[in-house]
T-cell receptor, first 113, second 114 residues
């Protein structure tokens, strides 16, 4: 089955710096890659996603890139702010009748003022 | 829209007791997922319903776990009997199209079994 690896497990940056979180997946049939942000005591919140027919997608300070050949995808956050501090999860799935998300292990991002 | 609603938010129970977790999906969403989150195993899919029908329950850990979706606006996850290793945060997520794509998570139920 699908296996998703996520790095780093923790990431500390200064406010205004950029942050990059990387994920790799094992199943070349996976075609949907969402990113979730989880704040303390809350459920994961979808922040951006990308499908396998697109190489890059951007939404304000957040961007996701996908390299299908290498089976890598990454989350890029620019001009980080303290409120970006949270745990970020990547996930992968293939739409074979239903979308079964396989999650990475999470990255704890800390943005210091 | 109120989003996915879960109750209770916190549950503390003794080993051997029955636990029932509840979920109300986003109106109009026809796919519902139950997840479990622990430090050791991360986020795991337990079961998936589409149009109130269980499609994949391969993630349900044991026969002690059962889930139902009697109608489009309500689902339950039951653990009977509960054990300390069941302590985790349980999330319900829903999706608007058959099987996905975008899944929206509820706030979760933190279960502690002593």
């Amino acid at each position: 089955g699908e296996n998703v690896e996520q790095h780093p497990s923790t990431l500390s940056v200064q406010e205004g710096d950029s942050a990059v979180i990387k994920c790799t997946y094992s199943d070349s049939a996976s075609n949907y890659f969402p990113w979730y942000k989880q704040e303390l005591g809350k459920g994961p919140q979808l922040i951006i996603d990308i499908r396998s027919n697109v190489g890059e997608k951007k939404d304000q300070r957040i961007a996701v890139t996908l390299n299908k050949t290498a089976k890598h995808f990454s989350l890029h956050i620019t001009e980080t702010q303290p409120e970006d501090s949270a745990v970020y999860f990547c996930a992968a799935s293939k739409n074979t009748g239903f979308q079964k998300l396989v999650f990475g292990t999470g990255t704890r991002l800390l943005v210091s003022p | 829209d109120a989003g996915v609603i879960q109750s209770p938010r916190h549950e503390v129970t003794e080993m051997g007791q029955e636990v029932t977790l509840r979920c109300k999906p986003i109106s109009g969403h026809n796919s519902l997922f139950w997840y479990r989150q622990t430090m050791m195993r991360g986020l795991e899919l337990l079961i998936y319903f589409n149009n109130n029908v269980p499609i994949d329950d391969s993630g349900m850990p044991e026969d002690r776990f059962s889930a139902k979706m009697p109608n489009a606006s309500f689902s339950t996850l039951k653990i009977q009997p509960s054990e300390p290793r069941d302590s985790a945060v349980y999330f319900c997520a829903t999706s608007g199209r058959q099987g996905g794509y975008e899944q929206y998570f509820g706030p979760g139920t933190r279960l502690t079994v002593t």
